[in-house]
Nanobody
């Protein structure tokens, strides 16, 4: 079992940057592919970025491609989401999650979830 705890959210102006972290407990972290999702009020949970267990393969949602970057440090059992050129429409609660499936973009494919961290981008 894996427990996930996100941090790094906050309030930022449009055009700014934030880095989210997701710390995982458990020795099995390196066997999971990881993802970041976000959910704004009244909207469905949206895939943001994913990374394979080795860290060698990353993939992104269309709305963040070129602005966000996902990475992981298996030794520190942590996954990161570097967000740049932030826009007001990026405002949401951001969640990290773990999956055994590759190239997973559907929330239903993820088995472990963190509690989320709020990101608010002001215009």
């Amino acid at each position: 079992q894996v427990q996930l705890v996100e941090s790094g959210g906050g309030l930022v102006q449009a055009g700014g940057s934030l880095r989210l972290s997701c710390a995982a407990s458990g020795r099995t972290f390196s066997i999971y592919n990881m993802g970041w999702f976000r959910q704004a009020p009244g909207k469905e949970r949206e895939f943001v970025a994913g990374i394979r267990r080795s860290g060698g393969d990353t993939f992104y949602g269309d709305s963040v491609q070129g602005r966000f970057s996902i990475s992981r440090d298996n030794a520190k059992t942590t996954v990161y989401l570097q967000m740049t050129s932030l826009k007001p429409e990026d405002t949401a609660v951001y969640y990290c999650a773990a999956t055994i499936y590759g190239q997973a973009v559907n929330p239903k494919e993820y088995v472990y979830w963190g509690q989320g961290t709020q990101v608010t981008v002001s215009s």
